[in-house]
């Protein structure tokens, strides 16, 4: 066990090389040797509770909901206009666990998105984070100014699935796109 010595605790400040006597100090030494029975606080077995998919139901429609809505204030004075079958296309996509979008290429999210590639120009991607709060997922959108055209012009998808694993947590999906018609 080493003690950190360093003037901050915050990891990402920390030099973690314990090697420099000037940040780390072995915890004990000859002046505050070992105990002989050192036994571990933590619980021998660990218990998970099971997500309930209710609740994982009731945020993802919420996530969609409030992104849908802040989407549309975000872009005003602009008319926000949603392209519902490309929409459903994606919902489609990003159900299929979020391990899809991690093994595979763009290039075969991008085949899946074909039949609109036609007559539409689509810019898009996925978005994944954990579940901590939904400010931080509407941060996390709005920092993407995918939204962001000056014209009325422009159609979007948004596609939003969670991943649910034990103890209750999440793994927010969000899939964002715009398109615009190609000229012909």
Known sequence: IWANIQVTDTPAR????????????????NSFP????????????????ATRSEDVDFIQKTIQETLRNKIIEWREPHVTRWHWLCQKKL???IKRKELFIVRNTMQEVDQELTEFQNTHNISGFPLQMPYTSIQAILDAVQSTKIFEHPTNEIEFCLAVHIHAYPNNILAVWIYIANLTRKIT
């Open 14 to 29: 920390m030099d973690f090389d314990l090697t420099q006597r000037k940040n780390w100090r072995p915890f004990f030494d």
């Open 91 to 93: 919902q489609e996509l």
């Open 34 to 49: 070992k105990p002989a029975t050192f036994d571990t606080i933590q619980p021998t077995d660990l218990h998970y509770e």
